[in-house]
């Protein structure tokens, strides 16, 4: 009798390296805001999002286990700890996600970039300002720009975000939920959510000038419904699969120039605070 045989399988094909993402979302800011939807939807995102067709990369979304106090201070000594190098966690972010409220609009908006200036204006929640003195001493001009931009393609990024979240909204199961609106903003204003933006822009940039892998995300006031906080979480998902897709195919390493291009037009742009307007 022949002996049974057994026809020989091709390898397995390797998948896509697993890319991880640090996220952080702010605490209280006032009696008006004591759930800060910033943190209400980074603390309900998922640990593992897996590979798919359409998104090949399996993501790792770590999401720092407290919020950020609303305060000058904290950031300061917040920022380098969470960050690489000085943040022993295994294996170190790839993507870093800041989450802010901007309680003075209706749409979710990616922030280009931000300024390390004109934080002495609003109080924070210890009563707090950041003067421009103060950040000539943290961030020297002879040192950094006056603002920074991530080093993501934004305008790529948002174009997978929209195409993520039509997506995810054509299998809706009833008519009237309509695909969020999600637009890109040039700067994330003059208080804590730029504020920490700029920090971790910048500790980026002191590595390596041009490569800034930190994206932040501002979103309204969606505090008094569960349907609106769900909503805003897969927002956030459908923008952390863009960024980390866009990282895959594009990159997150821009030219030098660009910063001092930033500079330049820094005094040009209006500065706004978009978060209690």
């Not at 397995?12 to 702010?26: A, C, N, Q, R």
């Not at 003067?131 to 790529?156: C, G, M, Q, W």
Request: charged fraction near 25%.
């Amino acid at each position: 009798m022949p002996r049974a045989t057994t026809a020989r399988q091709p390898p397995t094909k390797k998948g896509e390296d697993p890319v991880t993402v640090l996220v952080t979302g702010f605490g209280p800011f006032l009696s008006k805001y004591p759930r800060n939807s910033s943190w209400e939807i980074a603390s309900r995102l998922p640990a593992v999002l897996p590979a798919t067709l359409d998104s090949p990369t399996p993501i790792h979304i770590c999401v720092h286990h407290e919020s950020v106090r609303v305060a000058y201070s904290h950031v300061v000594n917040f920022v380098p700890r969470v960050l690489p190098p000085q943040n022993p966690m295994t294996p170190k972010p790839d993507i870093v996600l800041h989450i802010g409220l901007a309680a003075g609009r209706d749409f979710f908006a990616l922030e280009k970039g931000s300024h390390s200036r004109g934080y002495g204006a609003i109080p924070d929640v210890d009563g707090e300002k950041f003067p421009d003195s103060t950040a000539e001493i943290r961030f020297p001009k002879s040192l950094y720009p006056s603002v920074l931009h991530t080093s993501f393609n934004t305008e790529d990024v948002l174009q997978r975000w929209k195409a993520n979240l039509r997506s995810s909204t054509a299998d809706a199961e009833h008519e009237k939920n309509k695909t969020p609106d999600v637009r890109l903003s040039l700067d994330a204003g003059n208080f804590l959510c730029g504020f920490i933006y700029y920090n971790s822009l910048a500790h980026y940039f002191a590595l390596e000038d041009n490569q800034r892998p930190v994206a932040f995300l501002h979103v309204p006031d969606l505090s008094n419904s569960q349907d609106l906080l769900d909503t805003g979480r897969e927002v956030a998902i459908a923008l952390i699969r863009s960024l980390v897709e866009s990282r895959r195919q594009v990159g997150v390493t821009d030219d030098a120039s660009k910063v001092v291009m930033d500079e330049e037009r820094a005094d040009s742009n209006p500065r706004t605070d978009a978060n209690f307007t």
